[in-house]
Nanobody
Framework: QVQLVESGGGLVQAGGSLRLSCAASGRTFSTYPMGWFRQAPGKEREFVGAIRWSVGSTLYADSVKGRFTISRDNAKNTVYLQMNSLKPEDTAVYYC??????????????????WGQGTQVTVSS
């Protein structure tokens, strides 16, 4: 089993920044990707970005490209989502996710097996 715990959400004004953390424990898969998703009220869960633990390669949704950055600290088993130039439309619950089946950087939520509890990010205008 893999346990994922997110932290770092909160309320920020438009144009501000936040950094989310996702700490992984239990059985981890160093060769498999970690992903970030978000879900706003009344909307479907949306891919934000993903990273490969081993090589650090990343993939981002077009809506966040150039504003969000995913990084990882292998020694701490932690993945980060640095969010800059935040917009009100970034308001959502953000989830980190891990897969033990898919080695490529998937944008599909059903490719991920483990999910954190989510952390709320609210961007005021």
């Amino acid at each position: 089993q893999v346990q994922l715990v997110e932290s770092g959400g909160g309320l920020v004004q438009a144009g501000g920044s936040l950094r989310l953390s996702c700490a992984a424990s239990g059985r981890t898969f160093s060769t498999y990707p970690m992903g970030w998703f978000r879900q706003a009220p009344g909307k479907e869960r949306e891919f934000v970005g993903a990273i490969r633990w081993s090589v650090g390669s990343t993939l981002y949704a077009d809506s966040v490209k150039g504003r969000f950055t995913i990084s990882r600290d292998n020694a701490k088993n932690t993945v980060y989502l640095q969010m800059n130039s935040l917009k009100p439309e970034d308001t959502a619950v953000y989830y980190c996710a891990a897969t033990q089946r898919v080695r490529f950087l998937s944008v599909e939520y059903f490719d991920y097996d483990y999910w954190g509890q989510g952390t709320q990010v609210t961007v005021s205008s």
